[in-house]
């Protein structure tokens, strides 16, 4: 099983900056693209940065110009470049993997467990 983990996450300033990091184990050769969605209290679950095998990437409206997404294609770990944090950044940032099943050929999400980011004085 494809199994994610995420790391980076804490408490920085206003105006700071982090990096998030997303690590995939498993049968990583069926991951077809990788990314991150955040949760806020009161909120839905919404897609931050994601990136696909090729490269593309696509960005909240939110977080464009700030964030930036990366993978390390030898390793299959995602990063993304939190810079400007503001305090509505705050959340539980969670790592998406989409994997194109050996068994089905259908794309299925695998989800981290969350890390947790606070933009606050």
């Known amino acids: 099983q494809v199994q994610v983990v995420e790391s980076g996450g804490g408490l920085v300033q206003p105006g700071g900056s982090l990096r998030l990091s997303c690590a995939a184990s498993g049968p990583v050769f069926t991951i077809v693209a990788m990314g991150w969605f955040r949760e806020t209290p009161g909120q839905q679950r919404e897609l931050v940065a994601r990136i696909t095998n090729n490269g593309d990437k696509e960005y909240a409206d939110s977080v464009k110009g700030r964030f930036t997404i990366a993978r390390d294609s030898t390793k299959y770990t995602a990063y993304l470049q939190m810079n400007s944090l503001k305090s509505d950044d705050s959340g539980v940032y969670y790592c998406?993997?989409?994997?194109?099943?050996?068994?089905?050929?259908?794309?299925?999400?695998?989800w981290g467990q969350g890390t947790t980011v606070t933009v606050a004085s």
């Open positions: 998406n993997v989409e994997r194109k099943s050996s068994w089905t050929d259908k794309i299925v999400p695998v």
